[in-house]
């Protein structure tokens, strides 16, 4: 099985900076996708950023101010938050979509942490 586990919330005042870390652990054989989702009060959760290999996306409210990164040797997806803003707080999600083995058998599913909480204060 696998278990992705976030680090790096907290409260930040408007304009300062974050950093968000999701780790996978496991019977890994590939991570084929990461992404971080976030959830505010009363919202649906929506996608942030996702990063394919070297390919990154991300929602138009966070483009030139969120970065998504890769460490493949950690199993590790990092979103550097600058110019945080307080309608950016909320529930912050990661998700990957894993290949992973049990016995001599591959699968492959998409896995969520558990979520860590972002507020911004103004």
């Known amino acids: 099985q696998v278990q992705l586990v976030e680090s790096g919330g907290g409260l930040v005042q408007a304009g300062g900076s974050l950093r968000l870390s999701c780790a996978a652990s496991?019977?890994?054989?590939?991570?084929?996708?990461m992404a971080w989702y976030r959830q505010a009060p009363g919202k649906q959760r929506e996608l942030v950023a996702d990063i394919r290999g070297d390919i990154t996306n991300y929602a138009d409210s966070v483009k030139g101010r969120f970065t998504i990164s890769r460490d493949n040797a950690k199993n590790t997806v990092y979103l550097q938050m600058n110019s945080l803003k307080s309608e950016d707080t909320a529930v912050y999600y990661c998700n990957a979509n894993i290949t992973w083995s049990s016995g001599t058998l591959w699968y492959e599913s998409a896995y969520w942490g558990q979520g860590t909480q972002v507020t911004v204060s103004s």
């Open positions: 496991g019977s890994i054989r590939s991570i084929n996708a």
